[in-house]
């Protein structure tokens, strides 16, 4: 967990959260597409290794232009997600800043397949960030659509769970999941930047806006 203090003494003391789940299914076995093929290494590189990466890429850029966030942005690498979200939940129980005042959470899993569009899941419960997603998605110039992996297949649902405005940036599903075969090679390095600035720049909106848009609202 890394935090970066928000520039605003008052607003400072709200949260954005950024997470991303940096286990994978290390060996295979039951948790693999392919269990037959246990023993054989699944290094992960979309999933979650990609999410990882933009995670930090969002901190170093942050870190060196604080003014553009009141508010505070707290960076989360979390475990345990393949296994059923241990470690987000673990969070969303023991947070470093209180839940009450976590404005927003941003969950970046499987971003590496991106080739010029994105899927958004999460605005369907807080359908108010949908502005907010269209114009960081215009600085980001990339394509966004609804979807995502479905409720409760990753790190977003722990705080949407409890009324936290979530939303999980996703570049879909591969012959390569949960396979030996999600490698580094495979990984569409320009477009997972562009996921991580659509990903900036929606911490930054929500970060600076005076009323973030509450769970449920329109």
Do not use: C
Not at 70 to 84: I, Q, T, Y
Not at 134 to 155: E, F, L, M, Y
Not at 156 to 179: C, E, I, K, N, W
């Amino acid at each position: 967990i890394g935090i970066l203090d928000g520039s605003d003494d008052l607003r400072g003391r709200e949260a954005v959260v950024l997470g991303a789940h940096y286990d994978h299914v290390g060996l295979g076995g039951r948790l693999s597409s392919v269990p037959e093929r246990a023993g054989e290494i699944h290094n992960g590189a979309d999933d979650n290794a990609s999410g990882v990466a933009a995670l930090i890429e969002i901190a170093r850029s942050a870190a060196t232009d604080r003014a553009r966030f009141p508010r505070s942005l707290v960076f989360v690498a979390f475990a345990g997600e393949e296994r059923g979200l241990l470690g987000s939940r673990h969070y969303a129980s023991a947070p470093v800043m209180p839940l009450a005042d976590t404005v927003m959470m941003v969950n970046l899993d499987m971003i590496g397949r991106s080739h010029g569009r994105v899927e958004v899941g999460g605005l369907a419960t807080t359908p108010a960030l949908q502005a907010d997603v269209d114009a960081a998605a215009r600085i980001a110039d990339i394509k966004v659509s609804r979807g995502g992996p479905g409720a409760g297949r990753s790190d977003d649902s722990s705080f949407s769970d409890r009324r936290v405005p979530a939303l999980h940036f996703f570049t879909g599903f591969h012959d390569d999941y949960h396979r030996p075969g999600d490698d580094w090679n495979l990984i569409d390095a320009q477009g997972t930047a562009r996921v991580a600035t659509l990903a900036l720049e929606m911490a930054a909106r929500i970060a600076t806006r005076q009323d973030p848009p509450q769970f449920g609202a329109r």
